[in-house]
């Protein structure tokens, strides 16, 4: 636990420093470390949002964090010492027990920052060789490649205990700065606080350290470790008090044998006869006084890993929160769709699975919550107030008075079955062959540009041909016409050459979230708009 050190011997440091200075310059330090860190701890999200605007996201907070306590402390140290030149004189002895005191609170609230800002930063799950819930680091899975050919090892990482990460049973620094710089901010803003404004720290933050570990946990290299504001989106709410069909993605079995990631000391088959879940049970049920909460999310393309086109995610990583507590998902909602499989299956998942969504597309994730987390107005149910999504700690959905459906209206609502897709660790589908036009990036339609489209409240309409295009905007009126031509199809992205000046052209992204609905952003827009097909 490298880290805890790390954090005692600056602590050591800086209360050695104050212990020279005096009781008196060391008070004032203390105290203005305190204000300081609260600001920063307090503040540091909304500075994140409001000027960074998702800007360096996954370094945003732990610099928003440092550079608030700094530039507060700073000011008021340099207030402080112009107004009060001198010092004071005390005893001997409380001069030196003081300012050794003191200097220790200052050190505890500043390293307490830092530590902080460390578990923001996109690390691995440990910090400094510290994890806030036990690990396995390289843990050794046999894989085998098929009937008479040399097995090989791989390497994984992975919680040791799932319920230890969702119970909160946290591992703890032996010096916890980080704990009691978090519980002083809960504490000051909490209604008993001095600086109580209706939004205490905690209500929103029943656990940062939980949330920020969750973050990082199962978050493969290379990939984002936060989602932009005000992308994701909340596409259908449900409930259901049993599930059925329950499986494990990753404790699967191929013919006869075990094999997955989750499979103890089993072999895990890399090629040969496909890798199979391994069904848990008929049904689960909601423990008394819970439901299953089902929030069908759609991530957005800004938000996918660069060069994959690709939202990665763990369960960890996407918490609700009523204000008191962080709910994280146990499992997905999937609808096979094949007269041979189950219409609906319920996937149980550990927190820190990896898991993949295309840009566009969507996941039902499952939620265990209480009852009284959904309010009730006769037979219909809502989501009851101060409740939120986050999603990989920047993109937050308010859930509070959302209806929420039965089980049967998601199952019934086949248009959005076909947006909810997941991707799974050792389940990517091939890349299609670029010949292959029918069904390129398994869609099950042709993407097809040709045709009229036209946004929800009617005020932009697009027409296409096989070579032209025209923009007509009503309010004010205002026709655009041009030509373009097809680049290349990767999945659900369309990729076209505006050329309204030829022969200079503009590429441009069109995502087809089905056949008859494709977002892109026009010349000169400042954003995407969503389009739907004429007549459908």
């Known amino acids: 636990m490298l880290l805890g050190f790390i954090a005692l011997a600056l602590v050591g440091v800086i209360a050695y420093w104050h212990y020279l200075q005096g009781f008196f310059s060391a008070g004032i330090s203390a105290v203005l470390a305190i204000i300081a860190a609260v600001f920063a701890v307090g503040y540091h999200e909304s500075l994140v949002s409001a000027l960074l605007g998702g800007k360096l996201a996954d370094y945003a907070h732990a610099i928003a964090l440092v550079c608030i306590f700094a530039a507060v402390y700073l000011a008021l140290r340099l207030i402080f010492d112009s107004l009060v030149p001198g010092n004071v004189r005390f005893p001997v002895l409380v001069e030196k027990i003081g300012a050794g005191f003191m200097g220790v609170v200052a050190g505890v609230f500043a390293v307490g ?14 910090v400094a060789y510290y994890d806030r819930y036990p690990m396995t680091y390289g843990k050794q899975i046999t894989i085998a490649k098929g009937p008479n050919q040399s097995e090989t090892d791989a390497y994984v990482d992975e919680l040791n205990s799932g319920a230890a990460f969702t119970k909160n049973e946290a591992q703890k620094l032996f010096f916890p700065v980080d704990e009691w710089v978090l519980a002083t901010v809960s504490h000051v803003s909490g209604e008993s606080g001095s600086l109580w404004n209706d939004k205490p720290f905690d209500r929103y933050h029943p656990d940062y350290l939980q949330e920020l570990f969750g973050q990082r946990v199962g978050i ?25 069909e329950v499986y494990d993605p990753e404790r699967g079995h191929t013919q006869n044998s075990a094999s997955g990631i989750r499979a103890r000391d089993q072999k895990a088959v890399a090629t040969g006869a496909p890798m199979k879940p391994s069904k848990l049970g008929d049904d689960r049920k909601a423990p008394s006084g ?8 759609r991530f957005h ?8 086109n ?38 149980q998942n550990e927190p820190d699975d990896a898991m993949f969504v295309s840009g566009g597309k969507a996941a039902d994730l499952v939620y265990e919550v209480p009852d009284s987390m959904l309010s009730k107005s006769g037979t219909n149910r809502a989501v009851a107030s101060d ?32 947006v909810v897709q997941i991707k799974r660790k050792g389940g990517l589908p091939a890349k299609a062959d670029e010949s292959e036009k029918a069904d390129e990036g398994g869609l099950g339609f042709t993407p097809n540009l040709e045709g009229t489209w036209r946004t929800a409240d009617g005020q932009v309409e697009v027409q296409f041909t096989s070579n032209r295009f025209t923009v007509k905007r009503p309010a004010p009126s205002e026709t655009v016409q041009g030509m373009w031509s097809h680049e290349r199809t990767d999945g659900a992205m369309y990729y076209i050459k505006w050329m309204l000046k030829p022969p200079a052209g503009e590429s441009v992204r069109i995502m087809f979230q089905s056949a008859d609905y494709i977002i892109f952003k026009l010349p000169d827009d400042a954003a995407d708009k969503g389009f739907q097909r004429a007549g459908r």
Request: glycine share 10%; hydrophobic share 40%; aromatic share 8%.
């Open 113 to 126: 920052v830092v530590i902080i800002a460390a578990q923001t930063l996109p690390f691995g799950p440990g």
């Open 220 to 244: 493969q290299t290379g990939s984002n470790h936060c989602a932009l504001e005000g992308k994701t989106e909340v596409i259908g709410l449900y409930m259901a008090t049993a599930l059925s």
């Open 290 to 297: 819970s439901v299953f909460l089902i929030v069908r999310a």
């Open 301 to 308: 393309l800004d938000d996918t890993d660069k060069g994959t």
């Open 310 to 347: 690709l939202f990665s995610f763990t369960p960890a990583g996407i918490r609700i929160c009523d204000g008191r507590k962080n709910y994280f998902p146990i499992g997905t909602l999937e609808y096979p769709g094949k007269k041979d499989q189950p219409a609906i299956v319920f996937y």
């Open 387 to 418: 409740v939120f999504l986050e999603v990989k700690r920047l993109a937050h959905v308010e859930l509070s008075g959302k209806p929420v459906g039965s089980l049967q209206k998601a199952q019934a609502d086949e248009a959005q079955q076909k």
